[in-house]
């Protein structure tokens, strides 16, 4: 087992990460090592968010959904300050390096643990978004019926390895109409393509 996956199983301790270390990007062409569900239908949420999915939950009550979607969530800075923002909105991180989604998942879990009844609407998974985000959300699951549905994408260095089109195809399926899309990067080269691209596409437009 892996010095990451060791500490996972430790107890919830803050995660240090000098254990965690990883290169800054993950080919999410390359043939990962994944496990994501066949439909979203199949997706375990309550594993994911206990809090929000009680066993004794009346019947007929509707179960609580993602609203947030942090593509490549890195090291869990930004889920940790939407959990204190948004309390009552679950947000979930997908992150393809496994070590860091290793850490953040420790993260989330130390923060549980010494702040109970907290951040337990946020969580983390290993996940290429390119690929798979529609194995995990339903189809307009993220920006259905609010304000507060929103993705973060972090993505620092993709637009060279896919074509636009299957960019978009992932986020056409997921959103919903009024659904609000984050961009996120350190080249501004990409930070151009990204608005270039939203802008010309038809189901997106940008806000000021």
Known sequence: MAAAEEKEEEAAVPPQKRFYRQRAHSNPLADHTLCYPSRPQDMDWASLFPSFFPPEAPPGTPPARVEFADVGCG???LLVALSELFPRSLALGLELRGKVAAFTRARIRALR????GRFGNVACVRGNAMKHLPHFFLRGQVGLGG?????????????????????FWGYTLVFGVQGLVYTVTD??????????????????????
């Open 113 to 116: 643990a010494a702040q109970p």
């Open 147 to 167: 304000t507060n549905q929103r993705c973060w994408d972090c993505w620092p260095v993709v637009h060279g390895v896919f074509g636009v089109s299957q960019w």
């Open 75 to 77: 090291y869990g800075g």
């Open 187 to 208: 080249v501004p080269e990409l930070h151009q393509w990204m608005l270039q691209h939203f802008g010309e596409h038809p189901l997106f437009e940008p806000l000021p």
